[in-house]
């Protein structure tokens, strides 16, 4: 028995809607929850502090640990991971640069695109250890007055507990605090390392 007209355009208007529903249903919902509920996605993947806005970092002339003279880009010339602290390098500081040196190591073959750096801001330094537990490190002297202004880029608060990216502009971009895992920084830096066409 065939269908009358009326009967097909009632099927045919029920497949439009059932297939409307496929496509419609999901962009209703997740308005809803959007804004019509307390849910929100999460702001950002990144596992550190971003630092808003970025925080150009001045030009000093500051000297290495041993009295020469650093290279005027050393902060510019690649992405760099940066502690700032007391150059005899307590157990905070020491910490601190294992988990620099370990995540840098896991960079594997995108570790070269990457620079260590510490940013001494007192007796300048303990170069025995430096020199023999972490070799490649910059190390500036950063406890006289011409350092004052790099200083103040930094935050002050929980400096001991923390490492800084700094992109390979000058500008300090996140914060990381070395008591947490350092997985967080390594899969923001080969996110950084992945979509930056400089440094």
Aim: with cysteine; net charge neutral.
């Amino acid at each position: 028995m065939s269908s009358t007209p009326n009967e097909l355009r009632a099927r045919n208007l029920r497949t439009i809607g059932a297939l409307a529903a496929v496509f419609v249903l999901p962009v209703l919902v997740s308005f809803w929850m959007y804004y019509g509920s307390m849910w929100r996605p999460a702001s950002s993947t990144n596992h550190g502090e971003l630092l808003q806005p970025a925080r150009p970092l001045p030009r000093v002339d500051l000297r290495d640990a041993a009295g020469e003279f650093a290279p005027a880009d050393v902060l510019w010339e690649k992405w760099a991971l940066v502690y700032v602290g007391d150059g005899r390098c307590d157990e905070a500081c020491r910490a601190a640069l294992h988990f620099m040196r370990q995540t840098r190591l896991s960079l594997n073959q995108e570790m070269t695109r990457v620079a260590r750096i510490f940013l001494a801001t007192a007796n300048c330094c303990d170069r025995e250890f430096l020199e023999r537990e972490h070799a490649g490190l910059v190390v500036l002297d950063a406890s006289g007055p011409e350092a004052a202004e790099l200083l103040s880029t930094f935050p002050a608060e929980g400096r001991a507990e923390s490492l800084y990216v700094v992109d390979p502009l000058g500008n300090l971009v996140m914060r990381y605090d070395t008591r947490e895992s350092p997985k967080g920084l390594l899969t923001d830096l080969k996110k950084l390392l992945r979509l930056s066409h400089i440094g």
